[in-house]
C-alpha cells in the first residue's frame, strides 16, 4: 500500500513526494516513514531521476512525529525498536531532495524538512522544536541539524522555548533557502529542482556531498575532500562537455544518467 500515507509522482526528471495524512496534519508515524524513506530511495536509484521534491498540505508539511503512535511506548521498546533510526536512511540519497515546506513543520516535521538538502518556505509556514512541551526533546536529529543550521543562539530559544517562528524568521535565522508565496509553493519547489535535475546529474551528485562534507568533517580536511573531487571531475566527459560549451558560447548537453 505505497500510497497511503504518501503519494508519488514523476514530473519530468523530478519525483514528487507528498505527504499525505491530512486529518493528521501528517504527523510521521512509523508507516509513512517507511513509505517516505522508499519512495525517495527509488527515485534516488532512478537514472531518469535527478532531483526530489518533499513536500505536505497547504495547512501542514508535517505536524510532528505522531504522538498518539508514541504515547505509549516505554523505554525499552524504543531502544529495542530504535525508534527513528530509520529516517536517517533519508540523509543517505545521493540526489538533491528539496523541502517544500506550507503551514506546519513541527517536531519532526522540521527535523524531516532538515534532513532534506534545501527547504523552500511558503509565507505561511511556521516552523519549530515543540517537544519540551510534550516532556521530551527533539528525537530525529533537531538538536544537532537546527543547530548547525542556525547556530546555538536560536537554536537554544527554538528548543528549550517550544515556540515556533515564522518564514521570514526561518529564512533571516538561515534555516531556509527561499520563502515564495503560498499559493506558488510547489511550482516554485519544482522549478528549482528542475534546474538542479537539468544540470550533469554525478556533478550535482558530488556537489552535494560536498556541501554535506561540511557538516562531516573540518575545514582543512573538507578543503581537500573538495579539491580531490574537483581534480576529479577532469577525467568527466561533463567537464569537457561545460568548458567547451562556454567557449562556443552554446548551452551545454550534461550527461543525465
Ligand atoms: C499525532 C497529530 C499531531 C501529531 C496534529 N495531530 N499533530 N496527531 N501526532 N504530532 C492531529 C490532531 O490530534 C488532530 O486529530 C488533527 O491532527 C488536527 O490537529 P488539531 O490540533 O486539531 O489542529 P489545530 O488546532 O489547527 O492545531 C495545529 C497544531 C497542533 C498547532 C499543529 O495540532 C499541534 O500542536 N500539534 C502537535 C505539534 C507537536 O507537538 N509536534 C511535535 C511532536 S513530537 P484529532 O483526531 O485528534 O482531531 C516530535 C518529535 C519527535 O515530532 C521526538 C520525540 C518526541
Not at 142 to 170: C, N, Y
Not at 227 to 241: A, I, K, N, V
Request: charged share 25%; hydrophobic share 45%; proline share 4%.
Amino acid at each position: 500500500d505505497l500510497v497511503e500515507n504518501v503519494l508519488v509522482e514523476r514530473r519530468g526528471r523530478v519525483t514528487l513526494v507528498t505527504l499525505n495524512r491530512p486529518e493528521a496534519l501528517n504527523a510521521l508515524n512509523l508507516a509513512t516513514m517507511t513509505e517516505v524513506v522508499a519512495a525517495v530511495r527509488a527515485a534516488d536509484a532512478d537514472p531518469g531521476v535527478g532531483a526530489v521534491v518533499l513536500t505536505g498540505s497547504a495547512k501542514a508539511f508535517a505536524a510532528g512525529a505522531d504522538i498518539k503512535e508514541m504515547a505509549s511506548q516505554d523505554h525499552l521498546q524504543m531502544y529495542r525498536a530504535d525508534w527513528f533510526r530509520g529516517w536517517e536512511d533519508l540523509t543517505r540519497v545521493r540526489i538533491p531532495v528539496i523541502a517544500a515546506v506550507s503551514g506546519y513543520a513541527l517536531g519532526g516535521g522540521c527535523e524531516l524538512a532538515m534532513m532534506c538538502d534545501l527547504i523552500i518556505a511558503a509565507e505561511n509556514a511556521k516552523f519549530g522544536q515543540p517537544e519540551i512541551n510534550l516532556g521530551v526533546i527533539p528525537g530525529m536529529g533537531g538538536s544537532q541539524r537546527l543547530t548547525r543550521a542556525v547556530g546555538k543562539a536560536k537554536a537554544m530559544d527554538l528548543v528549550l522555548t517550544g515556540r515556533m517562528i515564522d518564514a521570514a524568521e526561518a529564512e533571516r535565522s538561515g534555516l531556509v533557502s527561499r520563502v515564495v508565496p503560498t499559493e506558488s509553493l510547489l511550482e516554485e519547489a519544482l522549478a528549482v529542482a528542475e534546474t538542479i535535475a537539468s544540470k550533469s546529474k554525478p556533478v550535482a551528485m558530488m556537489a552535494k556531498e560536498a556541501v554535506n562534507t561540511a557538516f562531516e568533517t573540518g575545514l582543512a580536511q573538507g578543503v581537500v575532500f573538495e579539491r580531490r573531487l574537483f581534480h576529479s571531475l577532469f577525467g568527466t566527459p561533463d567537464q569537457m562537455e561545460g568548458m567547451a560549451a562556454f567557449q562556443e558560447k552554446r548551452p551545454a548537453e550534461f550527461n543525465q544518467g
